[in-house]
Nanobody
Framework: QVQLAESGGGSVQAGGSLRLSCAAS????????MGWFRQAPGKEREGVAS????????YYADSVRGRFAISLDKAEKKLYLQVDDLEPEDTALYYC???????????????????????WGKGTQVTVSS
């Protein structure tokens, strides 16, 4: 089973940037899709950005498109999320996750529904102050 470990979170002022990293123990069938999710206190977990590891196709939540960029280094088995122009509303615990391309009849790497994602890291905290 793949192990995922996030790093790179921190506290920044609005307008700042961070680069989040996720180290995967292995790439295989269950990592055909990899993504970043976040959960703020009192809110549901939401998809931020995801990628199809085979094709490089990417998906972004409307709230972060143009400010966040997901990328993958297969040789290093690492997933990245460059987060720019941060806003206080981006404050959350950010998780790395992975899934097979098809899961419970859902065949896509779109991260809109976290329930289809089966491997999760423990998260890295991002705090943005105004």
């Amino acid at each position: 089973q793949v192990q995922l470990a996030e790093s790179g979170g921190g506290s920044v002022q609005a307008g700042g940037s961070l680069r989040l990293s996720c180290a995967a123990s292995m790439f295989y069938y269950d990592t055909n899709c990899m993504g970043w999710f976040r959960q703020a206190p009192g809110k549901e977990r939401e998809g931020v950005a995801s990628i199809t590891t085979g094709t490089g196709a990417t998906y972004y939540a409307d709230s972060v498109r143009g400010r966040f960029a997901i990328s993958l280094d297969k040789a290093e088995k690492k997933l990245y999320l460059q987060v720019d122009d941060l806003e206080p509303e981006d404050t959350a615990l950010y998780y790395c996750a992975a899934k097979p391309y098809c899961r419970d009849g859902f065949c896509s790497c779109d991260g809109a529904n976290p329930r289809f994602w089966i491997h999760w890291g423990k998260g890295t905290q991002v705090t943005v102050s105004s």
